[in-house]
């Protein structure tokens, strides 16, 4: 007589069938962390984000608030953009661009730009020998940097203005029929003062064109202010610039800009790019519209915004993010809307709500 309690043989065939497979019978949570890991970044972005951390924290040490043109900076830097900052003065334009800088094992020069200065002043000049009767030397000016600021780029006059055309768009200048490479990461950041208009010149669309972003700086909050008199206070009022420390080589942001480049883009994203920059060519509010360069400018920033949280893909968040600085100083009202008080801004946040977002 069979016992009971003994198990038959299709149980002991189901049993010894399981032990000996249990990958076939995998847990709930082993099922989750496959699936997680089919989602795992396929770059790896995480020094990437480290060093945008410690940009930040460096930054920190001096800077209250101002997280926007902090972080429009750093995207400026990672796609490999020129930054034109505005803002009324001692709302910390410069000292920003000077600690971002500071912040880089790199080279840095400051330009400030006046109404008597010349093309030559920036570009240099060569050396001609009275004796050989030729030009023997070719003495480079301050553009010769990797990290450029331009302090109050709108007091220069337009033939100044002019003499940064080529070496911003192609990172080279030619002088007396000699082309000269810039040197590897360059950068310019520029800044200007909305309000004072005495003495100052606008700069052109062909210029303008060719910054990446135009960061609008506003002035802090109370909470913001208050933290800046403490700060200022226990320090003295001692800004001690060696104390920032160099958080990132010419080679890593050379290396981090390539890794931007590898960022993917769905095809419906890459429409969403053309449609808002194709909106601006035919809005009945806009006098001139922004050209293929913004398209390109909005596409690589939405890639460097998207590194910089750690994603390997682009988001239409990522491009709305980034949309309004890089249009806004490419857009031009006609003369009806800008006497109505009608801003760029409203327009780019009309037409990012009429344009459908990819799903």
Do not use: W
Not at 60 to 66: S, W
Not at 273 to 296: C, E, Q
């Amino acid at each position: 007589m069979e016992d009971q309690n003994t198990p038959s043989s299709e149980h002991l065939d189901e049993t010894n069938h399981s032990e000996t497979n249990p990958s076939e019978a995998s847990t709930p949570n082993e099922a989750t962390e496959n699936t997680s890991e089919d989602f795992k970044s396929r770059l790896d972005l995480q020094p990437l984000q480290d060093s945008v951390a410690d940009i930040k924290r460096e930054i920190g040490k001096f800077i209250v608030g101002q997280n926007e043109m902090i972080e429009l900076l750093i995207i400026s830097i990672l796609t490999n953009g020129h930054s034109l900052i505005e803002g009324v003065p001692g709302v910390a334009k410069t000292i920003t661009a000077k600690l971002i800088a500071k912040t880089m094992d790199v080279d840095f020069s400051r330009i400030q730009f006046t109404p008597d200065l010349m093309p030559s002043d920036i570009l240099g000049t060569s050396i001609f020998n009275v004796k050989t009767n030729e030009f023997v030397e070719y003495k480079k000016g301050p553009i010769f940097s990797n990290i450029v600021l331009i302090d109050e780029i709108n007091r220069a006059p337009a033939k100044t203005q002019a003499a940064l055309f080529e070496v911003m768009a192609e990172r080279q200048i030619t002088m007396d029929g000699t082309r000269y490479e810039m040197e590897l990461p360059f950068l310019v950041f520029a800044t200007q003062n909305p309000i004072e208009q005495e003495g100052t010149y606008r700069l052109p669309e062909a210029q303008l064109d060719r910054f990446l972003f135009k960061i609008e700086v506003d002035y802090p909050s109370l909470e913001d202010e208050v933290q800046i008199l403490v700060d200022n206070h226990n320090r003295q009022d001692d800004m001690d610039f060696n104390t920032i420390d160099s958080v990132l080589s010419a080679d890593a942001i050379k290396k981090y800009q390539h890794l931007i480049k590898q960022i993917v883009v769905e095809d419906n994203l890459l429409n969403y790019i053309a449609s808002i920059v194709n909106n601006t060519r035919t809005n009945a509010n806009l006098y001139l519209g922004a050209s293929p360069r913004a398209s390109i400018a909005i596409l690589n920033a939405a890639k460097a915004n998207a590194a910089i949280n750690g994603r390997d893909f682009v988001t239409p968040d990522d491009i709305k993010r980034c949309t309004k600085a890089i249009l806004k100083h490419r857009l031009v009202l006609t003369p009806e809307r800008e006497m109505e008080a009608f801003t760029v801004d409203k327009v780019v946040d009309q037409i990012l709500e009429t344009i459908e977002i990819p799903r």
